[in-house]
């Protein structure tokens, strides 16, 4: 709850506007400052029965360095979220705090699945048709090996299918050109690995004009192409604002139509909100949390990696 | 004459009405079937005082291998117009015909300037404030090193500061964060150069979000990312079509008016248009072309890189 701009309250929004929502029997932890937190539940009606409150008396700030706020804040609410995910307390953690404290937490605090070289982050792009496509990585690998970038495909098509409801995804890898062959070293020895790859669709390259369009499900790339693709793409929402154009699609480059980005390739779902993230983005969070729970996503990305 | 999707019809117009609309003394070089420009020209009223026409017999298709092309027809307009430009017969030299003979034209016919590991392409991003910005590399070179990307930063600054105009052009480095030591492997080695370099005005870090903003003139990059990156952008006008929005930013993402990209760090201008290029693409690089040779700008790269 300590996490992000505007916290606590508009984390405290995000979970009012979502259990006022929603008919399922989800039960919530509320991490941080006992007091003040008690205060916005009776104030913007939390129903009590849904929320339990968890103290925890210190914040990693924004702008602290991950590894050793992290180390040294252990009553921090991201350090207490990441003790109670991995001794089963909770079953997802969710922070739109300091970004690479939730990542360093993600990676040290809770396990990778088995046979996983590094975990990944990924991001949904928006697609002319007005369906949704899976990016990854996003920032968390900016230097991989092609053995990485074809579990991103893996992690990805089952992340695609559970989560976004796409059956048979296809895979398609950023690059330069259509042809196999193209593209950098990673590129080039990254292509007959996926195309070899029976657990995964992969229908070849996509370049940049068609990351918009309907040609893949499930982009991959390493993370420093995926996080200047994602940013761009994030930005012509506010250009679009900013220009004044009205149109539904640039709309849905909100970030906050989709909330976070779950840490893929972890034993269990960790979600990484924006730091300006308002109470809608919140809500969005903790929905996908529990589809990821109740699809027991990661079982079944174990599943297919091994 | 003969390269592009519409050759040498919007060869021809664009000669036509870029001869028609300006006062300078350019003399242009036709290269292509003779009989076929010769009747064209007079049916579009092309002046003849200005135009004189080089035989070609052979054309090197779109699709054709350009290293193997460019060997066997020694007779085809794009290997006739390396060597008038090697011989010093001509000035300059445009094609929108097969990219990739464009490149290995530029790359073996002409020199690259003394002491340039590898030439470079660019591209103009429109900048939302009405500013243009220019990135490169953003294609002929996949895996760069950072002494690449730091040669990069000075033609980039020549070309911003004699071609666009700009004065003291402001050089960012396309990474993932703001801070240095952020990025890939590349990007973290290539801060400390550009940082050091004196010759340019580095201005720090840009990430994807503050692409298309104000923030920086000259976005340095590897191929690979810039690539994706100018599709990507130019993607953008097509959606913006498509769906309707009619708005003057999404507008200037219409390749039509850039025309075309030169290829930096050759010892004479070789313009490089899209297969797709129409009369307005080819008056726009014949303008950019006279630009290049009265600004002399390959002579003042070559005394800013030496």
Redesign the interface.
């Known amino acids: 709850m300590m996490g992000g701009d505007y916290a606590p309250l508009e984390a405290i929004k995000g979970v009012q506007s979502y259990l006022s929502g929603i008919a399922a029997p989800v039960q919530l932890l509320l991490i941080g400052d006992k007091e003040l937190l008690e205060k916005l539940c009776i104030e913007h009606h939390v129903p009590a029965e849904q929320c339990s409150i968890v103290h925890s008396e210190q914040v990693i700030g924004m702008h602290e360095h991950p590894t050793k706020a992290l180390k040294e804040k252990q009553k921090s609410s991201i350090a207490i979220g990441f003790q109670l995910l991995a001794s089963g307390k909770i079953d997802a953690f969710i922070s739109a705090g300091n970004t690479g404290a939730m990542l360093v937490g993600a990676l040290f605090s809770i396990k990778a699945l088995e046979g996983v070289i590094r975990p990944a982050i990924s991001s949904i792009i928006p697609k ?1 048709d007005g369906g949704s496509g899976l990016l990854l990585d996003v ?1 968390l690998n ?2 991989c090996k092609p053995e990485q970038l074809n579990q991103f495909a893996i992690m990805g098509s089952v992340y695609a299918n559970l989560v976004l409801g796409i059956t048979n995804p296809k895979v398609g890898l ?1 690059n ?1 050109g259509e042809e196999e062959g193209k ?3 990673l ?1 080039q020895s990254t292509y007959p690995l996926l195309k070899e790859n029976k657990r995964i669709n992969f229908i070849g390259n996509i ?7 309907n040609k893949a499900d499930v982009l991959i790339c ?4 995926g ?10 929402y ?2 679009s604002q ?2 004044k ?1 009205e ?1 539904a ?2 709309e849905r480059f909100n970030f906050e139509n989709y909330g976070g980005t779950p840490v893929l390739g972890v034993a269990k779902p960790v979600i990484i909100g924006h730091g300006i993230s308002g109470a809608k983005a919140f809500g969005n969070m903790i929905e996908l949390a529990r589809v990821m729970i109740e699809k027991d996503v990661m079982k079944k990305m174990k599943e297919v990696l091994s």
């Open positions: 002319t920032g900016s230097d950023i330069v593209g950098n070293l590129a370049e940049g004009r068609d990351v918009l369009l390493d993370g420093f192409t996080n200047i693709i994602l940013k761009l793409a994030e930005s012509l506010e250009i900013e220009k154009i149109n699609y640039f």
